[in-house]
C-alpha cells in the first residue's frame, strides 16, 4: 500500500473491531489516511461471510 499522508505527522491511532470486509476497508482507509491502524477479530481469521463464501453472486466468481 502506498501512503503519501505520512509525512502530515497525524498523532494516534485507530481501533477497528472486526475484521470483515467493512473492517478490512476502512482499516486500509484510515492507513492510508496516515492513521497507524489496529485491526481487531474475534475470531482466527479475517474475512468475515465473505472468507466462507465459494462463489459471489451475481458474476459466479471465486470469492477468494
Avoid: H, W
Wanted: charged share 15%; net charge negative.
Amino acid at each position: 500500500m502506498k501512503n503519501n499522508n505520512r509525512d502530515n505527522k497525524l498523532v494516534g491511532a485507530v481501533m477497528v473491531v472486526g475484521g470483515g470486509i467493512t473492517g478490512i476497508q476502512a482499516a486500509m482507509d484510515l492507513y492510508e489516511a496516515g492513521y497507524y491502524v489496529y485491526l481487531v477479530e474475534r475470531s482466527s481469521a479475517i474475512g468475515g461471510i465473505m472468507a466462507g463464501l465459494d462463489k459471489t453472486f451475481p458474476t459466479n466468481d471465486c470469492a477468494i
